[in-house]
Nanobody, 127 residues
Framework: QVQLVESGGGLVQPGGSLRLSCQAS????????VGWYRQAPRKDREGISA???????YYSDSVKSRFTISRDNAKNVVYLQMDNLKPEDTAEYYC?????????????????????WGRGTLVTVSS
């Protein structure tokens, strides 16, 4: 079964860290660009990071210098290390793949262009 599964979400205090994982099964993730997206209550989905097959990365201004995306092709997983978390980072976090890098970067506004989406993991930043 082809799927992406996110994990690693939870409750963390402001200034804390979490590492999210996007585990692929049923296909080889190293052939895909992969993106991370988030959606907070009553807000539009936001594309926050992406990684290309050649290692190029993208970060939105809202997470630049705080979040780091990486991939471990041997484990078929993409990570999102989130540091210095803020209450405004509270959201459901999703990963997706199935397009080229530019398509993945734009995945929040054209989600239909990506073939594979996970179901999300909830991140709550609160004291």
């Amino acid at each position: 079964q082809v799927q992406l599964v996110e994990s690693g979400g939870g409750l963390v205090q402001p200034g804390g860290s979490l590492r999210l994982s996007c585990q692929a099964s049923g296909f080889t993730l190293d052939a895909d660009a992969v993106g991370w997206y988030r959606q907070a209550p009553r807000k539009d989905r936001e594309g926050i990071s992406a990684i290309a097959t050649d290692g190029r990365t993208y970060y939105s201004d809202s997470v630049k210098s705080r979040f780091t995306i990486s991939r471990d092709n041997a484990k078929n997983v993409v990570y999102l290390q989130m540091d210095n978390l803020k209450p405004e980072d509270t959201a459901e976090y999703y990963c997706a793949s199935g397009g080229d890098f530019d398509t993945v970067v734009a995945g929040a506004v054209r989600p239909w262009a990506l073939a594979k989406w996970g179901r999300g993991t909830l991140v709550t930043v609160s004291s």
